[in-house]
């Protein structure tokens, strides 16, 4: 490492499917990109003891604790990385903000807005720096077309209809995992995958001003059991019981410029593995998005000759696309995991140079009122205005 660099020492808490994800991304940061702060993969926690080992040497880290608690104690240790599931990060995020740790924590926010709001404010109080990991807006195609719309290419905005579709979990059978349970998620499809699109509008078009939404629960009661990486499931005791999140979310938003939303997020939609897309309609262009084809940003731009109009394919690996000169020579594309190490970038630099990078906590609060809104929204049949969740 680079003496002159400040070492961000590291500890993550909780070693799965996000917990590689984050890994992956810390080793990476500084052979891709000269962060200012460079990260160092100090310790992980978890509470099964071999599998923790075994996880520290797999991915790099030079120590483990088995309690989260001790981890945050430590004085080897500037950032804590929490990737476990949505009940436990209120809590791990305000110990280590007390602890005057900077904080980059998991999506959702927190299972409520009362939670996400003690978050905000743990992190504020501490005067720690602070990240939620949105990384589906930093795909370089993402951030070029943040580029393009704050260029005003597209002119007002008028339109963005976003999805998030997946299908892992048609089979009545699959088991019900801390996903599938209210206490432990917060929420089902909505908060997992509509926290992402919510996020993404939020960056390119603006803050959400009200929603009138529908959630529908199809699958009212399920076998127990676990979850493996590959989002299928292993059955557990034979044990039932009632579903109490929503599978699929659907909502309608009013935008505080004016613009208009149309939003999907569902398990239920066969054949979707990861469909996260969306389309932005302007007063003078359209750009589209597909997750599944992450490198490429199409566009339309009403200034093109007549004749010759029409969606363009952008392949965003050239020198001129954010994050791309870092990577590969043009057309050489990147994939799902290069998401988290330009956010990983973000926050290094901003914990060297004192600066909150975005999304933070307060964006993830942000978030997290539009959520409860949606909420809200079934339950009553009603508009709700997003700010009014505030004092919920
Ligand atoms: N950014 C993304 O694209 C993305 C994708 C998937 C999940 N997530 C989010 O990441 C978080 C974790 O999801 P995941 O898919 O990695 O889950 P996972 O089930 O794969 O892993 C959860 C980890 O947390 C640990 N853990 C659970 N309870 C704990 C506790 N009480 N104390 C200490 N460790 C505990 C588990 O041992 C495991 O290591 C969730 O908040 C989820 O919403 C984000």
Same mark, same amino acid.
């Given at each position: ?55 520290? +040497? ?61 978050? %905000? ?28 719309? $704050? ?50 509008? %939020? ?6 001003? $009200? ?76 750009? %589209? ?15 093109? $000759? ?5 969606? %363009? ?23 799902? +995991? ?7 970038? $973000? ?46």
């Amino acid at each position: 490492m680079d003496i002159r660099k400040k070492p961000i020492r590291v500890g993550m808490i909780g070693y799965k499917f996000m917990g590689k994800a984050h890994s992956h991304a810390l080793r990476d940061l500084p052979f891709f990109f000269e962060p200012a702060g460079v990260p160092v993969l100090q310790a992980i926690a978890g509470r099964d003891e071999a599998a923790l080992k075994q996880s520290a +040497e797999k991915m790099g880290w030079s120590s483990y604790e088995t309690d989260w608690r001790r981890l945050i104690e430590r004085d080897d240790i500037d950032l804590i990385d929490i990737v476990t599931p949505n009940h436990t990060h209120a809590e791990m995020a305000i110990a280590a903000a007390q602890a005057g740790k900077h904080v980059l924590c998991e999506k959702p926010l927190a299972r409520s807005v009362a939670e996400a709001r003690q978050m %905000r404010d743990a992190v504020n109080k501490a005067g720690v720096i602070h990240m939620i990991c949105h990384n589906y807006r930093f795909a370089p195609a993402v951030q070029f077309a943040k580029k393009l719309i $704050e260029q005003g290419r597209l002119g007002k905005i008028y339109h963005i209809r976003a999805t998030f579709l997946q299908d892992w979990l048609m089979d009545p059978e699959f088991p019900l995992t801390w996903r599938l349970r209210k206490e432990v998620s917060g929420s089902g499809s909505l908060g997992d995958l509509g926290a992402h699109i919510i996020d993404l509008a %939020r960056f390119l078009v603006g803050e959400i001003n $009200e929603v009138v939404a529908m959630l529908e629960t199809f699958v009212k009661e399920r076998p127990l059991g676990e979850m493996d990486q590959h989002l299928r499931g292993r059955p557990g005791n034979g044990q039932r019981a009632p579903v109490e999140v929503d599978d699929a979310a659907v909502f309608l938003a009013r935008f505080d410029n004016g613009a208009l939303g149309v939003f999907e997020a569902t398990r239920f939609s066969k054949g979707n593995r990861a469909g996260n897309r969306f389309e932005i309609n302007g007063e003078r262009g359209s750009l %589209r998005w597909d997750m599944e084809n992450m490198n490429n940003l199409q566009v339309y731009l009403d200034g093109d $000759e007549a004749g010759l109009q029409g969606f %363009r394919t952008i392949n965003c690996t050239e020198v001129e696309h954010p994050y791309a000169a870092a990577y590969w020579p043009a057309g050489h594309i990147i994939g799902y +995991e290069h998401t988290f190490i330009n956010l990983m970038l $973000e926050l290094c630099n901003g914990i060297a140079n004192g600066c909150n990078p975005a999304p933070n906590f307060e964006d993830g609060l942000r978030n997290q009122l539009v959520l409860a809104a949606v909420e809200r929204s079934d339950q009553t049949g009603r508009w709700v205005k997003v700010m009014e969740m505030l004092d919920n």
